[in-house]
Nanobody
Framework: QVQLVESGGGSVQAGGSLRLSCAASGRTFRGFAMGWFRQAPGLEREFVGSISWSGGSKVYADSVKGRFTISRDDAKNTVTLQMNGLTPDDTAVYFC???????????????????WGQGTQVTVSS
């Protein structure tokens, strides 16, 4: 199975930017849709964005549309999430996830994804 590790989290002030990375080990995630989710304390894990297995289709939550950008580089087994214009509402642990099966349409639900990373903390101060 795909094993994922997130990195790039940290603390920034409102309006700042962060670039999160998701690296795969064990096997490549080529052919799998990839997604980013986040979870704040006391809340359920929520969808942030996803990218199709081909990279040709991207879906974003309304709350991050226009500010966040997902990209993938299958040759390097990496997926990135560029986050601009951060606000305190973006504070959460961010998780990278791989789709349940190859060559499937990208989803936006937790149940649409299988392998998960451990998460990386993003804290945005006002």
């Amino acid at each position: 199975q795909v094993q994922l590790v997130e990195s790039g989290g940290g603390s920034v002030q409102a309006g700042g930017s962060l670039r999160l990375s998701c690296a795969a080990s064990g096997r490549t995630f080529r052919g799998f849709a990839m997604g980013w989710f986040r979870q704040a304390p006391g809340l359920e894990r929520e969808f942030v964005g996803s990218i199709s297995w081909s990279g040709g289709s991207k879906v974003y939550a309304d709350s991050v549309k226009g500010r966040f950008t997902i990209s993938r580089d299958d040759a390097k087994n990496t997926v990135t999430l560029q986050m601009n214009g951060l606000t305190p509402d973006d504070t959460a642990v961010y998780f990278c996830a791989a789709g349940l099966a190859p060559l499937r349409a990208v989803g936006r639900e937790v149940r649409d994804f299988g392998s998960w990373g451990q998460g990386t903390q993003v804290t945005v101060s006002s």
